[in-house]
């Protein structure tokens, strides 16, 4: 399985949308706080005796933070996206979801009023 989610995780990589492109040249390399972030990284977790996994668009580890763009398709799969937060929350890792039109039309004020406030808060406060 390990295998498995590698290649997904490259695969993802290789083939960003617009605005996965847009907010990667922000935070890849430290640009942004000098916090390091991962792209399509993977989270696996267990379920019962099953082992499972999904690729967060972009993970920080220091702080246990992930970003999710939300484009159209997750107006489809709201139900999938709660199911997907709790099990991120459980796993002791907060969550920001911002939609692709925020990051192609006022990038800055996400990085800025958003995301550092989170970056920032207390452990275990927000979510």
């Known amino acids: 399985m390990k ?3 590698i290649s997904i995780a490259r695969e993802l990589r ?13 935070l890849r390399n ?7 972030f991962l792209r399509q990284y ?30 159209d398709i997750h107006l489809k799969q709201k139900n999938y996206d709660q199911y997907k937060d709790q099990i991120i929350n459980a796993l002791g890792i907060r969550i920001v979801r911002v939609t692709d039109t925020r990051i192609k039309e006022d ?11 989170l970056l920032f808060a207390r452990e275990g406060a927000g979510g």
Not at 14 to 26: A, F
Not at 30 to 36: E, M, N, P
Request: with cysteine; aromatic share 16%.
């Open 42 to 71: 993977p989270i696996s977790f267990q379920i019962e005796a099953s082992k499972r996994f999904f690729v967060a668009d972009f993970f920080c580890y220091e702080k246990k933070l992930i970003i999710e763009i939300d484009g």
């Open 3 to 5: 295998r498995e989610i």
């Open 107 to 117: 990038l800055d004020y996400f990085l800025n009023e958003v995301l550092t406030p």
């Open 14 to 26: 290789k083939n960003q949308t617009e605005t996965e492109k847009i907010l990667w040249d922000r």
């Open 30 to 36: 430290r640009k942004f706080l000098k916090i390091k």
